[in-house]
């Protein structure tokens, strides 16, 4: 009797507790805290407007797809149920599955996914892409959708289903219509979490709760399809914990159950401890590039930049960012070693370079001694130190060079300015892009050399590289997808979009109680519990 009285006035307290903090979880919903240190601050919101794999993370948590790919590449439908093709390959009729329904209570419609699309067509490569050939949409019942082209092409469900950044999440159709270039306010979606945004802290944390009426897919999960199935009933981004040494810590604690991107230094700690684990959840890794402002000089002067690509060759970057030599490898490719279209095609000016060449090719660019900026994360552990190593190659080979230290979100908003250097802008930035983002010349948003017309950052202009990558899209046949794609990636080289730094596995850490884990090729948060 004791007993009992005291588990109630416990439960009476815990209850007093959520109401005091303004919450209307349930009470047991805090039993089950999926505790989570994601790989960075989570500052941008808007999954649509930057190219930030927070952001798309957070978007995956409360926003859903029309379609997803698996682990192994294939597309899958997601919010879609059914979908037919004409026979001359210009028009798409979609129909949506039963159970679609936002945050706020509203039915997903066809409007929806209209609005939605339009808006991710204005910002991501290859939305830009599929755009160029879509004539209109219009949504003849509220579970349908239908996109007309103008001319056929070969991507359409591709695109739909991309998984990397920026994935073309369905949002309320009064939301999608916020400018492409202006930030979302509202953050509803019909995923299979709620955003609380009463509760989410800026570089402190970020909180999702379970969306009760989420009606999962039938399918096992793989990659971003199949059935996402919510165990736990909140889960928590630490967006504080920064310090890879004290996320180890509290990971041995207990006080976080999962390091979703676990320092390079600390691999062989949580592979030696029983109590923690490093699941599998990638069968591709991620690409290091170093990628180059256009707009301005130096790195306006493509002989310049082919000095600058000469003198990064990709082991010193690997080796002092990575570390463990079974978690890295060179490779030559722009578009990722052993995939459909991984291509060697006009590497040698990196891949068989040397000090001594890189600086004859600089001495002979012209290269007047303009200061390269280059901006460097002080918080993102898996690509801090590669600005370190560029600096210091790149001042071999002769650059002066001005090495800027912010934290990954600063950077991030700086990246987007078209200023001059010295007024705020950049000449460099290095980075890490997933495997899907990078794997064929229509995803890769590199490639894209429209000038400042171009979806990424960096404004490369090339006519040559665009009318191959158009080719490309209009291409059915995989053989000749595979020679335009070689032809592609050698420009790209020849006229120095970018550096690609070499290919890495990211370990994620976690602790033995948490179950679920899946080959997402990313960081996804259904399906897992917590025992």
């Not at 005091?20 to 919101?45: E, M, Y």
């Not at 490779?331 to 000090?355: E, H, L, R, V, Y």
């Amino acid at each position: 009797m004791k007993f009992s009285r005291r588990l109630a006035a416990v439960a009476a307290l815990t209850a007093v507790s959520a109401l005091s903090l303004g919450t209307s979880l349930p009470v047991l919903a805090q039993g089950t805290v999926l505790r989570v240190v994601p790989h960075s601050n989570l500052a941008i919101l808007d999954p649509i407007w930057t190219t930030a794999y927070m952001s798309r993370n957070h978007g995956y948590m409360i926003y859903d797809t029309l379609f997803g790919t698996d682990e192994n590449g294939k597309v899958k439908p997601q919010m879609v149920d059914t979908w037919t093709v004409s026979g001359d390959n210009r028009l798409y009729t979609f129909k949506l599955r039963k159970g679609l329904e936002f945050h706020d209570g509203k039915p997903v419609t066809g409007d929806d996914v209209i609005a939605s699309l339009t808006r991710w067509g204005k910002r991501d490569a290859m939305g830009q892409a599929l755009f160029q050939f879509v004539q209109r949409m219009d949504s003849p019942a509220p579970d349908t959708f239908r996109i007309f082209l103008g001319e056929a092409c070969g991507f359409v469900i591709e695109a739909l289903g991309k998984p990397g950044s920026s994935v073309p999440f369905i949002m309320p159709k009064r939301v999608a219509e916020t400018d492409a270039f202006k930030q979302i306010e509202e953050h509803i979606g019909s995923g299979p979490y709620v955003f609380k945004r009463d509760e989410f802290k800026p570089g402190d944390k970020a909180v999702y709760t379970k969306f009760a009426k989420y009606v999962p897919r039938s399918e096992p999960p793989s990659g971003t399809t199949g059935g996402k199935n919510v165990y736990v009933d909140r889960v928590e981004w630490n967006l504080a914990l920064r310090d890879a040494q004290a996320q180890v810590n509290a990971l041995q604690k207990g006080e976080v159950d999962v390091i979703e991107a676990l320092g390079f230094d600390h691999f062989a700690t949580v592979k030696a401890d029983t109590t923690l684990q490093m699941p599998k959840y990638a069968n591709f890794g991620l690409q290091y590039m170093a990628r180059f402002n256009h707009l301005h000089k130096p790195f306006d002067n493509v002989k310049v930049r082919q000095a600058a690509i000469a003198a990064m060759t990709q082991e010193p970057f690997l080796r002092a960012s990575v570390g463990v030599k079974e978690l890295y490898k060179t490779c030559p490719s722009m578009f990722i070693c052993g995939t459909p279209f991984g291509s060697t095609a006009g590497s040698d000016i990196q891949a068989k370079s040397n000090m001594r060449k890189a600086q004859a090719l600089l001495k002979a660019s012209g290269y007047d001694g303009t200061p390269i900026v280059i901006m460097k994360p002080t918080d993102l552990a898996s690509i801090q130190k590669l600005p370190d190593v560029a600096a210091q190659l790149l001042r071999q080979a002769g650059f002066k060079v001005d090495l800027q230290a912010m934290d990954w979100q600063t950077l991030v908003g700086r990246r987007a300015k078209k200023d001059a250097p010295d007024k705020g802008g950049w000449h460099m930035f290095l980075t890490a892009w997933q495997t899907f983002d990078v794997w064929n010349p229509i995803s890769n948003p590199t490639m894209d050399t429209r000038g400042e017309k171009s979806t990424w950052f960096g404004w490369a202009t090339d006519d040559k590289l665009v009318e191959l990558r158009n080719q490309f899209m209009r291409a059915t046949d995989e053989g000749a997808k595979k020679k335009l794609a070689d032809q592609i990636h050698a420009r790209a080289f020849e006229v120095g979009t970018h550096a690609p730094l070499g290919e890495y596995m990211q370990p994620m850490a976690a602790r033995k109680n948490i179950s679920g884990f899946f080959v997402t090729n990313g960081n996804i948060y259904w399906n897992l519990k917590k025992n």
